[in-house]
């Protein structure tokens, strides 16, 4: 489209002002083509008649929409324009109060002339590692964007400050550099950063001064440059200084001053150091009181001046040289205070020998005084003939004055930057630099001289240089992007520094005038006029013939000619100078001697630099060859050497614009702006800019932006380009106006402002189409609402008048009723006389009758009793007869059914169920009952608990409100309505007090009812229990009585059944008898092979040996099992037959006797389970079947005597056999391998004798359940017959809930066989305790015999002779030691078997021993599992080992490498938490033990010093810093529980009380631990947070866990370079929290105390808030609502997370409550009163500034949302004026909790630690 089409109606333009600059208008009609004026609208609503020129053509310029209005680049903006720029950065400035913008490649900062809190240490963090066009502008985002490029692209960086004085330039290069030394740190201890900063207090004392425009103006050019190395840390610096304008030392304008560092001497001349200095107030000497007031508010000069001291301290300036600086600085002061007298009659001049200052001049620089008062009033004129002394007139001996005072303190600055730049010098090879420069900027005042010449001249230089950049840049970016390159006309300044520069130009006049004997400043004007007269950047004053023009980029200046030779040439006469190089002080002699040059260039050479500094273009020849080094001619050779490093480095510009001329904090002046910009090149960027595709959108941004405008068919495309493609082509015609690259769509200006219009039109009809159906719904509701009113209206008028009708009704009813009734009582009342009338004649009538009738009927009825009674003694008699018979006949038919039923019960009662189901349902109930009690006094006791609490809590809130209420009355007594808001809050607690205490009521009554209920309950079953207890009694006894009534019917039957089970039971016992002699058979089987055992020289082979130890493996028999249970085995041992052998075969033979005798109890066991299900069916079944079971229980008793009679035989015969082999044995003495063999057999034999005594228990048991078999077979006869007796309603309920007496007795019996076996087992531990005894004592007697012999043998001895006496002697003693070796020999074979055997067996069990090494060490020696032999002996071990290890002393080293040094956490994971820290103490207990202390020092000190090893070796590994954490406190801990202090000794067992130390305290070593505890944190929290505070921002602040809620705003150039894909890094909030959650498993998982752990994770999330909240104060594109919603969301997850890991008490939750105020802030209504009220109220977290600055940095996301407004701004302001916030904006996210480690003991035993193998602690031994 074209642009005239934008010029509708309430578009806004841009128009002159003459005031303003720039005013904004709206159009109120549109415009048409040949229209000749624009109908506006001003802001004060006054219509405005804009003219236009026809010829020209040019219309206004557009405004940007409103959503691009504080924009943090301008080139974002779509209208790039003058006025665009200026009102950006207007609004900015004074409404959101922000002093940087960008502006392409341009940081623009504005001077606020006041301190913000936006440079603290924590802002430069914040910024670092950031990308540039992700936070707002900042001049630490320039830093940091040099700082990465120079690690990034390994190429050397500059920071270009430029401004005009007083724009802030020498601070915006004082925050860069301290940028620089504060991430770029030095890796050393040179402190070299701290130099680096210390420079700027002294260049600021010698080169500041204050001017008109400013107080703190830097009167020279600087150039520092910061190398860094090949990390990228600082190792030192160099400094370049350009043209210090030393006129100012002699003379100052009004309202200026001289150099600060002359003002701060003056303010401390009444130091003691400095009383020889002779110096008084500043107002006393001419050289600094020029310019009247020498004092500038805000500013301590003495303080100062301290300030310059300690840095030249720092900066390694001796204490004498730092006293003759400041005695050359007085020098200077007394010399411009010199009385110069002019003689009378003459022009010559003198001075007084006895002037004080003269005297102060000459004694402080050392200089004799006759010599400099001779030569101070005249000079010397050399001819070549001879020498002439020549006096000087008033006028000249002042100007030698002062040339003098201007070169001693130009020799000075130059000595102080060269012994500066010595202090930044390093050895160290350099990889490279940043350069920062803070020159001055273009300058322009009533009077310009030579100083505004040179510094115009550099800037000229400067802005060729940035035009040249910037150009190239967008030609880059147009390339790279594939975008068809038009060359685009820029501003070129070459002909104007040609005109300066160029030979015979301005400066090589200048240069050839200075020759000229007598040149002056009128003759080099006039050269000026006659050769550059025709240059079009010059041009001739009309009124002035001294005075010439130079039109520069920025503005034509008017340069007055005088002074111009003698400032270039700067003489000062040779004999003074003389002078001062015979002075007696070196350093002052040292300032006159030859100089190299005006300015100290340090060369670029070796170590400085890896690149060749080269011009961009050819230097300019010098005019003449040898050319006196003039001023000019150094300025400008150290200009071309600054720009050719210029250009050897990517620059980064900074631009600082004074906003006004007051110095008046946040005033704009957009006459002084814009001139600035103008002269500053910033609208040269806008403007470059402007003529190409300003406005560039990625495709992704770009649709998602601008998809409400296309189509859903094109949506459906998967291409994005190609989408974004059609839509540009239908809205956009003019296909020049867009161009494709290739991740961007590039447009021109304008352009993005047409689709910001078109997709504002479309919202807006999309709005008017929901306003109108909202409308719509509202006036549907609002007709229906009255419709529904007219309804019930209507209703209510109905309804009255039916009611009246109803009542009309009613009453006419009423009195027909009434009439009816009365007429009715009235005939009523006469019709009951006649009745009762009536019915008295009636009742005398039949009364009568019935009178008569009655007696006749009296007298047959005493007839009929008679009779009854006569007949009634008849039947009774007949009765009884009857009865007599009957109840015999029941008694013995119910003692039959009592019995069934007694037997039945006896069954049931052998069950362990029985004594369960007793009483089961009572005490159910019982418990259930008393659990409830218990729950609903635990509730009433938690509900007292609330109570109290809340009351205390009502208590205290309602004092603390009175408090304030008091407190508010005295400060505010007018404020009415916060008094009643505070009445009403107590009334609102009074009735929540009051609600609370009917709540705990209601509460108490229901408790007290539920409780009377309870009790009400447990009494009524008590009752119900005896009740039923009462009725058992009664039907036992009614059972006792009717079993004696049957009981002699019942025995003949008895008697007849028992017949018939003996018949059976003898059948059976013939069957028996069969299988007896097949045993005896057996039996004789095994006599006969006894025979064979016991035939001589019988001997055992290989093979059976072989066989033998198969069979040992056997799992039935255990070796652990061998012992005493027979008394043959016993006799055979003691008398030491350990060699005898025996054949296989009877073993074998035993062994199936054996399994025969399982197999018959089996059967008898089956049989006899039979017979229970028998018994069990003879309940129901007729009496027939009981002689049945009485002949099997007969055949059951008689089998059971034969099988006890055949176990005793077997019994016996076994003995003898064992008694056999014993003899066998004593007879035959065989080998080693015979022994081993009989060994394992005799093993078996034991063992086949165990379970023969288990198959005799099992024949016992048998026969006890066959006697109860037979016992509950009667009792149930006798019980079925006592229920067919009892009646058919009686019942017994009670029979599963209590025991009856025969149960109890059946229960004791049990009991006294339980008693019975115990006291066998009693018995059998005593047999072996005697047996061990009788063993003891034969060993005693065995030594005793042995005694006696030697004894004897050495009486023998002592009678034989010497040598006799030797040679037995010797041969006892080879006896003794063969035996010994012998013995030993077979014990140490017995041992390797059982090694070998225990090898394996602990290599199957080494991993449940380790599973369960915890729990084993809690359980008591008497629990311990028993069934395993390797756990038995580990447990033996465990008992005897008292927790301590001991180690040689040469052996500590290696403790420490495989315990500390090369340990891995890794390696101990499946062991007991912290197991070094626990092995390290058992050692430490040893040497306890011991008394040694050298081994306690020489253990801790290494174990200290090898934890710190190792911690510096894994600084950057969270998991060993968290391991060794874990076992620092655990030592410590250890340390303390078994100090023996009783304040740690409270939680000890009585095991760990004996484990305490003994003979050290080791308090300062626990304080040593502690202190290394607390290092070991720091460090872990510096681990987590450097993993973590990269992910924070993206994973917090910029995860979009919400989709579809940011919007997309125009970006600008920082922003889209910032965006490119190589810096793409993002993380996600499920990124963070698996971090965390590996943080929290790995401290977990070794061991670290929770409170610990809870620290850690509170510091955590304080950092999580810190960087994030910062992050957010300094980005203006993240301060929206959607940003606040995402935020809140985020939060809130890791909130979740910490409930889910329990931790809620941590207080790292309430870390992020600014976090969340924040956030909610952003949400929160900004429009009213009383939403600032709410505001206030709610982010009490955050500080007054903190919530401004998110104010004026909220930014809605569309046009459709509302900005903040200033007046709601200072609202806020206003409401928190009373809160005492810091100053600070940001958050310290390095600030660290104090941490405490509180004392956490051990359950753990030290005897319980086991050492795994893996650690190769072999060398250790277990104490």
Request: some cysteine; aromatic content about 8%; charged content about 25%.
């Amino acid at each position: 489209m074209s642009t005239v089409q934008l010029y509708t109606k309430y578009t806004r333009v841009w128009i002159p002002d003459p005031d303003e600059v720039w005013r904004s208008a709206e159009i109120v009609k549109d415009y048409k083509e040949g229209d000749k004026s624009l109908q506006l609208k001003l802001e004060d609503e006054t219509l405005y008649e804009y003219r236009l020129d026809l010829q020209g053509n040019e219309l206004p310029l557009l405004c940007n929409p409103d959503i691009l209005v504080r924009e943090n680049d301008l080139t974002a903006l779509s209208y790039l324009h003058e006025p665009a720029v200026l009102h950006n950065l207007k609004v900015r400035f004074l409404e959101s109060n922000f002093v940087y913008t960008y502006c392409g490649i341009v940081l623009v900062a504005i001077n606020p002339y006041e301190e913000l809190p936006i440079y603290e240490e924590d802002a430069i963090y914040a910024y670092s590692g950031q990308n540039m066009g992700d936070m707002d502008p900042h001049i630490f985002a320039v830093a940091e964007e040099a700082y990465k490029q120079m690690a990034r692209d390994e190429k050397n960086q500059s920071i270009i400050v430029s401004g005009e004085s007083g724009a802030g330039k020498t601070v915006s290069a004082k925050y860069a550099m301290r940028f620089f030394t504060t991430v770029g740190g030095s890796a050393s201890k040179t402190n070299i950063e701290a130099k680096v900063l210390a420079s700027n207090p002294i260049m600021e004392a010698i080169g500041n001064a204050r001017t008109t425009r400013n107080d703190n103006s830097s009167r020279f050019g600087k150039y520092i440059e910061i190398g860094f190395d090949k990390r990228y840390h600082i190792i030192g610096a160099n400094m370049r200084t350009y043209l210090l304008e030393k006129s100012r030392v002699v003379f100052q304008a009004e309202h200026e001053r001289n150099y600060h560092i002359f003002y701060q001497l003056c303010a401390s001349s009444s130091l003691p150091e400095f009383k020889d200095l002779g110096l008084t107030c500043a107002e006393d000497f001419f050289y600094i009181s020029q310019g009247g007031d020498t004092s500038i508010s805000g500013v301590d000069d003495a303080d100062d001046f301290e300030k310059t001291r300690h840095a030249f301290t720092l900066l390694g300036v001796k204490e004498s040289h730092q006293m003759t600086i400041f005695r050359i600085i007085a020098a200077i002061l007394h010399l411009g205070n010199l009385e110069i007298q002019v003689e009378r009659g003459s022009e010559a001049c003198s001075l007084s020998s006895e002037d004080e200052h003269l005297k102060n001049f000459c004694g402080l620089l050392g200089v004799e005084l006759s010599q400099m008062q001779h030569w101070l009033c005249n000079r010397k004129l050399v001819t070549t003939a001879e020498t002439y002394v020549k006096n000087m007139s008033l006028h000249q001996v002042v100007n030698a004055r002062n040339a003098l005072a201007k070169h001693i303190y130009a020799q000075l600055f130059n000595w102080i930057v060269q012994h500066i730049n010595k202090a930044l010098h390093t050895t160290v090879k350099q990889h490279s630099f940043i350069g920062v420069l803070d020159i001055y900027g273009f300058e322009t005042f009533e009077v310009n001289s030579f100083e505004q010449f040179c510094i115009n001249y550099a800037n000229e230089k400067l802005q060729q240089q940035f035009n040249l950049h910037v150009f190239k840049l967008e030609q880059e970016e147009y390339m790279k992007e594939g975008i068809p390159w038009t060359l685009i006309d820029f501003y070129d300044n070459q002909p104007c520094i040609d005109l300066i520069e160029a030979k015979l130009g301005i400066l090589d006049l200048l240069d050839e005038e200075c020759k000229v004997p007598r040149g002056t400043d009128q003759n080099w004007a006039q050269k000026l006029y006659d050769r550059h007269g025709s240059s079009q950047h010059f041009q001739k004053p009309r009124m002035s013939n001294t005075s010439f023009i130079i039109l520069h980029f920025a503005d034509k200046v008017e340069y007055q000619s005088e002074g111009f030779l003698e400032k270039n040439r700067d003489t000062v006469y040779e004999e003074q100078i003389s002078i001062l190089k015979a002075s007696k002080y070196p350093m002052v002699a040292d300032l006159f001697h030859e100089e190299k040059g005006a300015v100290p260039v340090t060369p670029v050479g070796k170590g400085t630099s890896k690149i060749s500094v080269r011009s961009a273009r050819p230097a300019i020849k010098a005019a003449n060859k040898e050319h006196k080094k003039t001023v000019g001619h150094q300025f400008r050779n150290s200009l071309h050497l600054l720009m050719e490093t210029l250009n050897a480095t990517t620059p980064h510009y900074v631009r600082c614009i004074k906003p006004n001329d007051e110095k008046l904090p946040f005033k704009f002046d957009p006459k002084r702006a814009v001139q600035q910009l103008r002269a500053c090149g910033v609208l040269e960027t806008v403007r470059i800019s402007a003529a190409g595709f300003p406005s560039r959108w990625s495709y992704h941004d770009f649709l998602k932006r601008y998809r409400v405008l296309m189509k859903k068919t094109d949506l459906a495309k998967n291409d994005k380009k190609q989408i974004c493609k059609t839509l540009l082509e239908d809205l956009i015609k003019d296909p020049d106006k867009f161009q494709f690259g290739h991740t961007k769509i590039f447009f021109r200006a304008g352009q993005v402002a047409y689709l910001e219009k078109l997709r504002a039109d479309k919202f807006r009809a999309a709005i008017i189409m929901i306003e109108k159906t909202v409308r719509g719904w509202l006036q549907r509701v609002k007709y229906q609402r009255l419709r529904q009113a007219t309804v019930v209206l209507q209703r209510y008028t109905r309804g009255h008048l039916a009611r009246r009708l109803a009542e009309h009704l009613r009453r006419t009813r009423a009195a027909i009723i009434l009439q009816k009734q009365f007429r009715m009582l009235r005939i009523r009342r006469a019709f009951q006389r006649v009745r009762n009338s009536t019915i008295t004649i009636q009742a005398f009538a039949r009364g009568m009758f019935a009178r008569r009738t009655y007696h006749q009927i009296l007298a047959e009825h005493k007839a009929t009793i008679l009779q009854k009674y006569a007949r009634g003694w008849l039947a009774r008699t007949r009765f009884h007869r009857v009865q007599a018979a009957t109840i015999v006949l029941q008694c013995y038919y119910r003692r039959m059914k009592a019995r069934q039923q007694l037997k039945a019960l006896r069954i049931e009662a052998r069950s362990a169920q029985h004594l369960k189901k007793l009483n089961v349902g009572m005490e159910n109930k019982v418990v259930q009952l008393q659990r409830k009690i218990d729950e609903q006094n635990k509730e009433y006791r938690l509900l007292n608990e609330q109570l109290s609490t809340l009351t205390s809590a009502h208590s205290s809130e309602v004092e603390k409100l009175k408090k304030e209420l008091l407190q508010y009355q005295q400060s505010q007594r007018g404020d009415g309505n916060q008094l009643l808001s505070l009445q009403e809050e107590m009334e609102h607690l009074r009735l929540e007090l009051e609600r609370a205490h009917g709540e705990r009521k209601v509460v108490e009554d229901s408790y007290m009812q539920e409780k009377d209920l309870l009790r009400k309950r447990i009494s009524d079953l008590e009752e119900e229990n005896a009740l039923l207890k009462q009725e058992k009694e009664e039907l036992n006894s009614r059972i006792l009585c009717q079993s004696e009534d049957e009981f002699a019917r019942n025995a003949v039957e008895e008697n007849i059944q028992m017949k018939k089970e003996l018949e059976e039971e003898r059948s059976r016992y013939q069957n028996l008898v069969k299988e007896y002699s097949s045993l005896e058979q057996r039996y004789d089987n095994l006599r006969d092979e006894m025979t064979i055992i016991k035939a001589p020289g019988h001997r055992r082979n290989p093979s059976n040996q072989s066989s033998l130890e198969s069979d040992s493996n056997n799992p039935s028999i255990s070796s652990s099992d061998i012992g005493d249970t027979e008394d043959v085995i016993q006799q055979v041992e003691e008398i030491g037959m350990e060699k005898a052998a025996m054949d296989m075969t009877l073993f074998l033979k035993l062994q199936k006797r054996v399994r025969e005798l399982e197999l018959a109890r089996k059967k008898l066991q089956t049989q006899l389970e039979k017979k229970e299900q028998e018994s069990k069916k003879s309940q129901v079944i007729e009496t027939n079947t009981m002689t049945s079971e009485q002949e099997d229980f007969a055949y059951n008793s008689l089998k059971r005597q034969e099988l006890e009679s055949e176990n005793k035989k077997l019994k016996n015969e076994l003995n003898e056999l064992r008694k056999a082999i014993a003899d066998r044995a004593t007879q035959n003495n065989s080998s080693n391998d015979v022994q081993d063999s009989y060994n394992l057999l005799l093993n078996h034999l034991k063992a086949a004798n165990e379970e023969l005594e288990v198959r005799k228990e099992e024949v016992l048991i048998l026969r006890s359940q066959i006697m109860k078999a037979a016992q509950q077979k009667e009792m149930g006869k006798n019980m079925l017959k006592e229920r067919e007796s009892i009646p058919s309603n009686a019942s017994w309920p009670n029979s599963d809930r209590h025991v009856d007496q025969e149960d109890a007795i059946e229960a004791y019996q049990g009991m006294c066989e339980t008693n019975r076996l115990l006291e066998a087992q009693l018995q059998d531990q005593r047999r072996k305790y005697e047996e061990e005894m009788e063993g003891l004592r034969n060993q005693l007697d065995a030594m005793q015999e042995e005694l006696q012999k030697q004894q004897q043998a050495s009486l023998q001895t002592l009678q034989l002779s010497p040598e006799v006496q030797v040679e037995l002697g010797l041969q006892q003693e080879i006896t003794r030691l063969t035996n010994e070796n012998l013995d030993l020999k077979e014990l140490v074979e017995k041992l390797e078997k059982n090694e070998k055997k225990l090898k394996k067996q602990l290599k199957i069990y080494m991993k449940k021993v380790q599973d369960f090494e915890a729990s084993q060490t809690t359980l008591p020696a008497d629990r311990r599992p028993h069934d395993s032999n390797m756990q038995v002996a580990v447990q033996r071990k465990e008992k005897d080992f008292q927790g301590m290890l001991e180690y040689y002393k040469e052996d500590e080293p290696l403790l420490i490498r495989n315990l500390i040094t090369d340990l891995k956490p890794q390696a101990v994971s499946a062991t007991v938490p912290c197991l070094p820290a626990y092995i390290l103490f058992m050692c430490l207990r040893h040497a306890d033990y011991i008394n040694d202390d050298q081994k306690v020092h020489s253990l801790l000190t290494s174990t200290i010093n090898g934890i710190k090893k190792v911690l510096k070796k894994h600084h950057d590994d969270f998991e060993m810093t968290s391991f060794w954490l874990a076992n620092v406190c655990r030592l410590l801990h250890c340390l303390k529980q078994y100090s023996g202090d009783e304040g740690f000794m409270t939680q000890n067992t009585p095991k760990q009380n004996e484990h305490c130390l003994k003979n050290f305290d080791l308090t300062e070593y626990r304080q040593v631990l502690s202190h290394l505890s607390i290092q070991i944190y720091q460090q872990l929290i510096n681990i987590a947070q450097g993993i973590l505070q990269p992910m924070t921002v993206s994973a917090v602040l910029e995860n979009e866990s919400i989709q579809g809620l940011s919007g997309v705003q125009p970006m600008g150039y920082r922003k889209y370079i910032s965006n490119s894909p190589e810096a793409d890094t993002s993380y996600s909030l499920d990124n963070m929290i698996r971090q965390l959650n590996t943080f929290h498993s790995i401290m977990c998982d070794q061991g670290l105390d929770p409170e610990i752990v809870q620290q850690v994770f509170k510091q955590i999330f304080y950092m999580i808030n810190a960087v994030t909240l910062n992050n957010l104060l300094l980005r203006k594109d993240v301060c929206s609502w959607s940003t606040g919603m995402q935020l809140r969301f985020n939060i809130s997850q890791l909130e979740e997370w910490l409930h889910g890991k329990n931790l809620q008490q941590s207080g790292a939750a309430q870390t992020l409550v600014p976090l969340i105020q924040a956030a909610q802030l952003l949400q929160l209504k900004k429009k009213t009163s009383e939403d600032a009220e709410a505001i206030c109220s709610l982010c009490t977290s955050l500080t007054t500034q903190q919530i401004v600055k998110i104010l004026n940095l909220y930014t809605p996301v569309n046009e459709f949302e509302e900005r903040v407004t200033v007046a709601f701004i200072r609202n806020i302001q206003m409401h928190l004026q009373e809160r005492n916030d810091p100053p600070q904006l940001l958050l310290d996210f390095k600030h660290v909790f104090p941490v405490s480690f509180p004392f956490n003991p051990s359950s753990i035993t030290m005897d319980s630690i086991h050492l795994p193998a893996s650690l190769n602690l072999d060398f250790l031994n277990k104490v």
